[in-house]
């Protein structure tokens, strides 16, 4: 008795393409400069954070001197880093 198995397309993806999917962090450091209301109020305008997560995020950063406060690919992130740089926020992507 012979078994025949059906075929599976394998499907190609890119490594690039993979990789970049949910890999990098949109990261904000403390300052001496900025308040805690207005860092609050930029990640929930320009992050889309609740109040609730963004109050949170402003006493990691406080704290820790930095925090991670957006996961998503470089292409979303960007923009969102370049806003809260132009908020006199410091904030790279890693």
């Known amino acids: 008795m012979r078994t025949t198995?059906?075929?599976?397309?394998?499907?190609?993806?890119?490594?690039?393409?993979w990789v970049d999917l949910e890999s990098h962090d949109l990261v904000v450091f403390n300052d001496d400069f900025n308040t805690f209301d207005h860092v609050a109020n930029v990640l929930v305008k320009v992050c889309k954070h609740t109040r609730e997560q963004?109050?949170?995020?402003?006493?990691?950063?406080?704290?820790?001197?930095?925090c991670a406060v957006k996961k998503g690919a470089f292409e979303e992130l960007?923009?969102?880093?370049?806003?809260?740089l132009d908020a006199g926020i410091q904030a790279t992507i890693t």
């Open 5 to 17: 198995f059906p075929q599976v397309e394998e499907e190609e993806i890119l490594v690039e393409e």
């Open 54 to 66: 963004a109050e949170q995020c402003t006493l990691i950063i406080h704290y820790k001197g930095k």
């Open 78 to 84: 960007k923009p969102m880093c370049e806003a809260i």
